[in-house]
């Protein structure tokens, strides 16, 4: 399911880890089981697979979250974010 992503607060400096399950040129949809706050600037790594014979280079967002939906009870959200700042 996507990409592995690394998830980190802006505000807490807590870190935790999901996959992206959707990506836009401005939003982006990830799921953890991490619950942020709704306006809560996270740093995003994004860690795309492995291209046949090719090692791909990790993606660095700074988001903005709108969302957050639980998908399995207590387990497993998904975040809905706008994309506020790219970094290569």
């Keep these: 399911m996507g990409c592995k992503a690394r998830i980190k607060s802006l505000f ?7 996959h992206c399950v959707d990506l836009s040129v ?9 619950v942020p706050q709704h306006g809560e600037r996270l740093s995003i790594v994004l860690l795309p697979p492995p291209a046949v014979g090719e090692l791909m280079q990790p993606f660095y967002l700074d988001i903005e979250v709108r969302r957050c939906s639980e998908i399995v009870s207590g387990v497993l959200y998904e975040i809905g974010a706008i ?6």
């Design 26 to 34: 401005d939003g982006i949809a990830l799921r953890s089981s991490f």
């Design 83 to 88: 994309i506020m700042e790219r970094a290569s």
């Design 12 to 18: 807490s400096g807590q870190t935790a880890y999901g």
